[in-house]
């Protein structure tokens, strides 16, 4: 065997063992480098009588051009190889459920908020928040409800301790206080809705001393009845998931609204199921009105120049009809059974276009 058969056989068999790409590159550089052995041996053919070099020269080339092509089928093989490898480790079971075993569900309450917030985001409402602890000027007096005015006493109002002054912090008995710290804060026009937690002495079947409202507040220079009307209109068919289904305002008192309304839903019970949208009886859920003109001026609002509607309703109720909970006091008990039943799935967000309930 020549010496370049030689080189050769060992060269491919250096290649066939490279088995990473920085392997085989180091091949490469000592047989086709500056300084490799092909490359020395092709520097020779200078100093080559023309006879030899007519003989070594397609030789060397020969060799030259069969070590380049092996080196880089040998690349091709090991690139391939890797990616085979990666592809192999790196799979995913893309028909594994994302968290095997979901732990926890989320509250009816959430549930219900998140669902009252994506109907009202929709309509272009903002999302405000207040204190739980409120002073009388919020809560009652700037809502226009007249000092001793009976209706502080029927709000059942958890009153704290006087302070030094006399005044009594409250916990605040409905959401309403925040449409007044937003009224003196914010230049209309306003579109708000205000979600959070009320406080009442109360406690039987439907009542708890802890509730959530979600409020509603509306200003703008020409709002009116219809405006207020229409809203809570598609609010109603919206949360209930209903092609259609009758409203009516009853006339109503509120101090802070002027007229003030209650709106009842059409419904119908079958066995012990409530059903909305059909039926001919009323159901009562939330109370409205149009911003007392007293109250717009308490906000340092012009009556001539600004209107507004606003309504107050009753989360843990509407999620006890909308789902069918029968006792309002089991949604504060902490009963992880209780949960379990009635809570969602973590990853059902409400919204308008993947559904509200599903
Ligand atoms: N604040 C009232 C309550 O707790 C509910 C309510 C009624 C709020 C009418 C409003 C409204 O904004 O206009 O009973």
């Not at 100093?47 to 020269?57: I, L, T």
């Not at 080339?61 to 090991?78: C, S, V, Y």
């Not at 669902?115 to 009388?136: L, Q």
């Not at 007392?292 to 001026?297: A, D, E, S």
Request: charged share 30%; net charge negative; proline share 6%.
């Amino acid at each position: 065997m020549s010496d370049i058969e030689q080189l050769e056989k060992d060269l491919l068999a250096k290649i066939g063992a490279a088995d990473t790409g920085a392997a085989l590159e180091e091949v490469r550089v000592a047989a086709l480098g500056k300084k490799g052995v092909v490359s020395e041996r092709m520097k020779t053919l200078g100093k080559m009588s023309p006879e030899e070099r007519k003989e070594m020269g397609p030789a060397l080339n020969g060799l030259k051009t069969r070590i380049a092509d092996a080196i880089e089928t040998k690349k091709t093989e090991l690139e391939a190889a890797a990616l085979d490898a990666r592809l192999a480790s790196e799979k995913v079971d893309v028909t594994l459920p994302v968290r095997p075993e979901p732990k926890g569900k989320i509250h009816p309450v959430s549930q219900v908020t998140e669902e009252i917030i994506a109907i009202f985001s929709a309509m272009g409402f903002d999302v405000a928040e207040g204190p739980d602890i409120e002073d009388d000027f919020h809560n009652f007096t700037a809502l226009n409800f007249p000092p001793d005015h009976p209706a502080r006493e029927m709000h059942d109002t958890f009153f704290f301790e006087p302070k030094e002054d006399g005044e009594r912090m409250v916990l605040r008995t409905h959401t309403s206080p925040v449409q007044i710290r937003t009224m003196m804060n914010e230049k209309p026009p306003i579109r708000i809705i205000i979600p959070g937690r009320t406080f009442r002495c109360d406690s039987d079947q439907t009542h708890t001393p802890m509730f959530h409202q979600v409020e509603g507040l509306v200003i703008d220079k020409e709002t009116h009845m219809g405006h207020l009307k229409g809203t809570l209109q598609a609010f109603v068919k919206t949360f209930f998931e209903l092609d259609d289904v009758k409203t009516r305002f009853r006339p109503h008192f509120f101090p802070f609204t002027e007229p003030s309304a209650e709106m009842d839903v059409q419904y119908e019970r079958v066995g012990n199921e409530v059903r909305f949208g059909q039926g001919d009886k009323w159901m009562e859920i939330l109370g409205c009105g149009m911003v007392h003109p007293n109250v717009l001026r308490n906000c340092g609002l012009d009556p001539d120049e600004y209107q507004g509607f606003a309504f107050g309703m009753g989360v843990d109720r509407l999620a006890m009809l909308k789902y069918g909970i029968p006792d309002l006091r089991d949604f504060f008990a902490a009963d992880a059974r209780w949960l379990e039943h009635y809570g969602f799935d973590a990853a059902d967000q409400p919204s308008l276009w993947a559904g509200l309930s599903k």
